[in-house]
Every structure is written in structure tokens, then in C-alpha cells.
């Protein structure tokens, strides 16, 4: 049996740390990253609610394929669209999602400090000046929480509120959910 824990939540929400953190408690598993995958199909991204749509059936096409040959598997991505995550439900029996749920201000603050890398560096920073002045950035698209919001769902497994727990204890609460369902030993 192999199963699937789908972190969701803002950008600089916690979710990347998180999943590092579980799957330091968790034998064999794989964390499939977003924006692993978007950088794979789509060199240069830009962010568009069509190009989502498409990498998202990427990713859940893939996380499917894994599973379906054996693999334990963290999904890393943000998620925005409830639809996304009822579709990987759907498709995949064993399933928890996990909504990371942080205020914007701190998702601001930490995503402020992320290195240049698979996603631009300060995304909030630069879509709230295009916000307030119309200046654009290069290779930025609609930011989640600023121009497109985040569908939060209720009925999540697991609720973790990053800005008042750390990650270590974020992923043990993810870990006891996976022992309660025997998951995990």
C-alpha cells in the first residue's frame, strides 16, 4: 500500500520545510516538488491560470504514476484551486491533505528571505509594487494570496498553523496522522 500527503498552502507558508521535515521521519519517500515539475515542461514560466491548469494535471499525472508503482509520496505545491487537490483525491485512495495555514504578513516576511532560484525571489515584495504602481516584473505572474486567492479547505485532514508551531512539530503531528492510519510504524 502506498499513499500520498499533500502539503498545500501559501507561498513562504512553511510547506517546503515541512516536507523536509516529515520525510526526515518517514522511511522511503519522495517529495514531489512543484516547482520541480513546472521547471521541467515549462522553462520559462509565466504564471498564467491556463499554464497552472496544465502543470498541475502534470503533476498530479506524475504523483499517480509514483504512487501507482509502490512510492510514499509528499506533495509540495501551493495549490491555490481546491479542484487541483479534489482531483489528485479522486485519483489516489489514500490521501491526506495537509493545509498550511499562515497570515500573509509572515508569508511575506519569509518568502522576503528565498534565495533566486526555481521561483523568483521576493514574488510578494514585487506583486504588491505592480499592484500599487502598475510596474511590471519580467517573468512574474499573478501571485497567489495577492492577485488570485487561496481556496482554503475546510475539511483538510490536518490543519497546521506554521506561524505558531515550528516545522519539526508540524511534521509530528503530519507523522502521528500517518502512525493513527497505520501508515507508518
Known amino acids: 500500500m502506498s499513499w500520498t500527503v499533500w502539503i498545500t498552502g501559501l507561498p513562504g507558508s512553511g510547506k517546503s520545510t515541512i516536507a523536509r521535515e516529515l520525510a526526515k521521519k518517514v522511511k522511503k519517500i519522495q517529495i514531489l516538488r512543484l516547482d520541480e515539475i513546472r521547471r521541467q515542461i515549462i522553462p520559462e514560466p509565466k504564471y498564467t491560470q491556463a499554464e497552472r491548469e496544465y502543470v498541475y494535471k502534470a503533476l498530479i499525472e506524475e504523483a499517480v504514476k509514483r504512487v501507482s508503482v509502490g512510492n510514499n509520496l509528499i506533495i509540495d505545491a501551493t495549490a491555490h484551486k481546491k479542484a487541483w487537490r479534489d482531483l489528485a483525491r479522486n485519483l489516489m485512495k489514500d490521501l491526506i491533505e495537509v493545509y498550511v495555514k499562515c497570515d500573509l504578513e509572515t508569508c511575506i516576511k519569509r518568502e522576503s528571505r ?50 505558531k508551531i515550528p516545522p519539526a512539530e508540524a511534521a509530528g503531528i503530519i507523522f502521528d496522522q500517518l502512525k493513527k492510519k497505520g501508515w507508518v510504524k
Open 114 to 163: 528565498r534565495p533566486e532560484g526555481l521561483v523568483m525571489a521576493e514574488i510578494y515584495k514585487k506583486a504588491l509594487d505592480r499592484k500599487e504602481t502598475g510596474r511590471e516584473y519580467e517573468g512574474l505572474g499573478e501571485v497567489v494570496g495577492i492577485d488570485v486567492p487561496y481556496e482554503e479547505n475546510k475539511a483538510a485532514e490536518i490543519i497546521i498553523e506554521s506561524d
